[in-house]
C-alpha cells in the first residue's frame, strides 16, 4: 500500500512508517491523519505485526508541528464543528492496542511532541528537540500537549515549556522522563528497530496487555488499578502461551507463542 505522505515497510514483524513530508520538516496536516489512520489499522489488523516504530524523514525533524499553513485561514467554526484534532487520539491511540515506538530523529514541536507521546514510549537521537511552542501562535497544545505532557514530566515543566514554548534537548528530556532512551542520531533507526523486535517477539496477548495495563494507571485510582492489574493477570495465566512461557522457562529453551 502506498501512500502520499507516509512510507511503510514490514521489516519481518515490525511495521515501520515514516512521516514523509520533508520539505514541510514533516508538518502534520489532514493527509497525514488520514494517511497514519489508515497504516496504523493494517497494522492493527496484520497478525503477523507485533510492534510498529514511527519515525520523521530526514535528519532534521519528527515532525514540526500542526501543519501551520492549513491551518491559518481556517475559521473557527470549522475547527469546532469538525472536531478537528479529535481523530488523532480515537483512530491513532485508541485503535491501536498493539505496542508502537516513537523513534524522534529532531524537531517534534507542538503536533509533533503530541504525536510522539501519543506512542507508548519515545527513543530519541542526540539532535532531537521537543516543544510545545504553540502560544506563540496565539493558540495552546490542541493534540494532548497539555495533558500528556504534564502526565509525563509534571506541572512544573509542562507549565515551564508551555508558557515559554521554549524547547528542551534531548539530555533534558531524558531527565524528564519524556523518552525513554537517548542515542546518536545514526543508531536511532537500529535502535529502535531492535527494541520494535524484542516486543514483536513476546508473546502477542502479553504485549497488549502489558500495554493496556501501563495506560490505566493514567485513568484510574490506585486501588482500582491494582484490582484491575490482578485480574488482567489472572486472565493471562489461562492462555496457552503462559503454559508454553512457564514450561520453556523450566526446560531451559525459548518460548513459541500463539497468540492464544
Ligand atoms: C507548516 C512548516 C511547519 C509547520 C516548518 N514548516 N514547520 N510548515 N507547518 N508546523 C515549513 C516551513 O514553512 C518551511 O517551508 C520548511 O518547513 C522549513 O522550515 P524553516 O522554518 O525554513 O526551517 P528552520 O529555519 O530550520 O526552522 C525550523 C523550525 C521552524 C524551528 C522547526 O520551522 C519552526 O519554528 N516551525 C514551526 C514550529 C511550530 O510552531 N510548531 C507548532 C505548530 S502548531 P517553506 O516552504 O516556507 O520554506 C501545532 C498544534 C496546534 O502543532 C494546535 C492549535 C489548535
Redesign the pocket.
Known amino acids: 500500500m502506498s501512500y502520499e505522505t507516509i512510507l511503510v515497510e514490514k521489516k519481518d514483524n515490525v511495521t515501520l512508517i515514516t512521516l514523509n513530508r520533508p520539505?514541510?520538516?514533516n508538518?502534520?496536516n489532514s493527509q497525514v491523519l488520514a494517511d497514519l489512520i489508515d497504516a496504523f489499522a493494517a497494522f492493527e489488523a496484520d497478525a503477523t505485526q507485533g510492534c510498529a516504530v514511527l519515525t520523521g524523514s530526514g535528519e532534521?525533524?519528527f515532525a514540526?508541528?500542526?501543519?501551520?499553513?492549513?491551518?491559518s485561514d481556517k475559521p473557527s467554526a470549522e475547527?469546532y464543528s469538525q472536531d478537528?484534532?479529535a481523530g488523532w487520539t480515537s483512530h491513532v491511540v485508541k485503535a491501536t492496542r498493539k505496542p508502537w515506538i516513537a523513534a524522534v530523529n529532531g524537531?517534534a514541536?507542538?503536533?509533533?511532541c503530541?504525536l510522539a507521546m501519543m506512542a507508548d514510549f519515545i527513543i530519541a537521537s542526540e539532535n532531537a528537540k521537543f516543544?510545545q511552542?504553540?502560544i506563540?501562535?496565539g493558540?495552546?497544545?490542541?493534540?494532548g500537549?497539555s495533558q500528556r505532557l504534564t502526565r509525563a514530566v509534571g506541572k512544573s515543566k509542562a507549565m515551564d515549556m508551555c508558557l515559554t514554548g521554549r524547547m528542551m534537548d534531548a539530555a533534558e528530556a531524558e531527565r524528564s522522563g519524556l523518552v525513554s532512551r537517548v542515542v546518536p542520531l545514526d543508531q536511532l533507526l537500529d535502535e529502535a528497530l531492535k527494541a520494535a523486535s524484542a516486543i514483536a517477539g513476546m508473546p502477542p496477548l502479553a504485549a497488549m496487555m502489558n500495554k493496556e495495563m501501563v495506560n490505566i494507571a493514567f485513568e484510574t485510582t490506585l486501588d482500582a488499578g491494582l484490582v484491575m492489574e490482578r485480574r488482567m493477570f489472572q486472565v493471562l495465566t489461562a492462555t496457552e502461551d503462559k503454559a508454553e512461557g512457564m514450561a520453556a522457562f523450566v526446560e531451559k529453551r525459548p518460548g513459541v507463542w500463539k497468540g492464544k
Open positions: 520539505q514541510a520538516l508538518a502534520l532534521k525533524a514540526a508541528g500542526a501543519d501551520i499553513k492549513e491551518m475547527f478537528f484534532f524537531f514541536l507542538g503536533g509533533g503530541e516543544g511552542p504553540e506563540k501562535l493558540v495552546a497544545p490542541g493534540m500537549g
